[in-house]
């Protein structure tokens, strides 16, 4: 029973949290919502910092129920706050150990040697002062503070929200290999699509307080009926590997199980897994092969579902190969012209592809 | 010109062992009430932060008064001590502790708890992600991250209680070794027409008074400010 189960709900002056979600306990999972929808609170009731009354469960363990409410220090996870929250009083070297120094040797499963190398700490980890690091800085040594209690959960509440574009810069890479060579599961909250494509891989989507959807990250992303399909930069994901580098024209052939992208030259060894977002105003629709066009990825597809949008603007889901999604923002007239429905097959030409990792 | 009587020295002697464990049990007595008052939301917070402040404003005879009545022969204090065979309080040592205590409660609360309060919750939150306990918590994030506030507090317990003099008065009387403060020995050389010896106290506790205030005032930014 490898799953995150919560259930909370809280009422508060003018908010009221009622959340009822499931997650697999590994990967990352991104609680992705508007300001003030009451994601933050819900990773707090998770942690014990909030009491709400409800259930919790973390891989078959009761951490809260009508009778049981774990002591916030007696629950195995990490914490990283929005600001790094670093102890004043101490050291950069003795915030890394508090944490480390008050669980059981046998239960240090993460050397510090091995938090400090992976977080690029070992130029700050003898440096007095917290207060003299950079904000990116301080929130890395906060991550690896967090990472040292070994937790088997670690809760992120937006880590980067409070950094200038440079240090989150930063900090991305660390929390991607943080993804991919620490066991330990993420709940990772965030108002960012950026981030949360870029690192998860399971959605839970929470609006005024309530679940309106938790599923994969991809095919959350894909639904139509649910509000991320309409932002602006909705798109959806890709993953793929990096299987062919050209030389001629500067670019990289990324495959994915049915089709394959060209995308502009990524420096990435042969075989690497990345993550590609396809925004859906960049995807556009033909019924015929075309022919003399300027646009490198043109993908067969297959129409599951259309869906009105704007007065101007519908939204199309298409499917390529067994389950890779893509979505198209097309005009009501390019629909009714094209005469498009769902199970059509169609020629879906992607002008643009950014890379997440 | 800067001779001191031995009854004087003795005075001296006893203001400060005054002082010393006042400030002792204020510290013991003041962290607790400061961190309860820091962190409560209950309704009696209100009236109980305006009684640990009613010494800042009531005379200091007041207090005395009422705490001569409380610890006499007929007050609960005193029928309480009498029983327990410890004699009465009033024109004690011990009494004047106690008096003392209560008369500079304010000055070590105030300063505890508005260090307390800008702590703020966050740096025990995530200490206790971190797996400390609440009295981990305490001792190893509170504490030292208040330590400008206990500063404050010691500082100002201390100099407060050995000015103190309405209270001792009432309470204490002129016991020389007893309850012969500094205060109460100038007070008898001024009655006495003593007054080279009272100019040698009185000007011993000005400079005392204000080397404490420059030691205040010149750790600046270590130190709360009052």
Redesign the interface.
């Known amino acids: 029973m490898s799953q995150i189960n919560a259930q909370f709900s809280l009422k508060r002056d003018g908010f009221a949290l009622d959340a009822d979600f499931s997650a697999p306990a590994s990967g990352v999972t991104a609680l992705f919502g508007p300001s003030g929808s009451g994601k933050t609170t819900l990773l707090r009731c998770i942690?014990g910092?909030e009491r709400a009354s409800g259930t919790l469960s973390m891989n078959g363990e009761i951490w809260q129920d009508k009778t049981t409410f774990l002591?916030?220090?007696?629950r195995p996870?990490?914490?990283v706050?929005q600001?790094a929250?670093l102890?004043?009083?101490l050291s950069v070297r003795a915030n890394l150990e508090?944490?480390y120094k008050?669980?059981a040797p046998a239960e240090r499963k993460v050397p510090l040697e091995q938090v400090v190398e992976w977080l690029g700490l070992s130029h700050l980890i003898e440096r007095g002062d917290p207060a003299k690091l950079s904000g990116g800085e301080r929130q890395r040594v906060a991550i690896g503070?967090?990472l040292l209690?070994s937790p088997r959960i670690l809760l992120m509440d937006e880590p980067l929200s409070a950094l200038d574009t440079r240090s989150k810069q930063e900090i991305l890479p660390y929390l991607e290999r943080l993804h991919l060579e620490l066991d330990i599961p993420v709940l990772y909250v965030s108002h960012s699509m950026d981030e949360v494509v870029r690192l998860a891989d399971h959605l839970v989507l929470i609006e005024q307080g309530r679940v309106i959807a938790s599923g994969a990250l991809r095919e959350t992303l894909s639904r139509l009926d649910l509000p991320t399909a309409h932002f602006d930069d909705a798109g959806a994901v890709i993953e793929a590997t990096v299987a062919q580098q050209d030389e001629t024209y500067h670019l990289t052939r990324l495959d994915f199980e049915v089709g394959s992208l060209w995308v502009s030259r990524v420096e990435q060894p042969f075989g690497t897994r990345v993550r590609a977002r396809v925004l859906a105003r960049d995807v556009s629709i033909a019924t015929q092969a075309p022919h003399g066009s300027s646009i490198n990825n043109i993908l067969n597809a297959r129409i599951e579902e259309i869906c009105d949008e704007r007065p101007d603007k519908v939204i199309v889901r298409m499917k390529v190969g067994i389950d890779a999604m893509l979505l198209s923002r097309i005009t009501r007239r390019s629909r009714d012209l094209l005469a498009l429905s769902v199970g059509m097959e169609v020629y879906a030409q992607v002008k643009s592809v950014a890379l997440m990792a | 010109m800067f001779q001191l009587a031995p009854e004087d020295l003795q005075s001296v002697w006893l203001t400060l062992k005054l002082a010393s464990v006042t400030t002792v049990l204020l510290l013991l007595i003041a962290t607790p009430l400061a961190w309860w008052l820091a962190n409560s939301r209950k309704w009696y917070k209100g009236p109980v932060a305006a009684v640990v402040a009613l010494p800042l404003v009531i005379p200091p005879t007041v207090l005395g008064f009422y705490l001569l009545l409380l610890m006499g022969p007929h007050g609960a204090v005193g029928e309480l001590t009498t029983s327990l065979n410890l004699g009465r309080l009033p024109f004690t040592f011990a009494g004047l502790v106690i008096g003392s205590v209560l008369f500079s409660m304010p000055f070590a609360v105030q300063p505890i708890q508005s260090a307390f309060e800008s702590i703020g919750r966050r740096p025990l939150e995530v200490a206790a992600t971190l797996r400390a306990g609440v009295w981990d918590q305490f001792f190893s994030v509170a504490l030292p991250l208040a330590r400008p506030g206990f500063i404050t507090a010691s500082i100002l317990a201390f100099a407060h209680t050995v000015g103190e003099f309405g209270v001792v008065l009432m309470l204490g009387g002129n016991i020389p070794g007893e309850t012969r403060v500094l205060s109460v020995a100038i007070y008898s050389h001024v009655e006495a027409m003593e007054y080279a010896s009272a100019h040698v106290l009185a000007g011993g506790m000005v400079l005392f008074s204000f080397m404490v205030l420059l030691a205040l005032y010149l750790a600046g930014g270590k130190v709360a400010k009052v």
């Open positions: 942690a910092l002591p916030v220090h007696q996870l990490g914490f706050f600001e929250s102890f004043t009083h508090y944490g008050r669980i503070r967090a209690t």
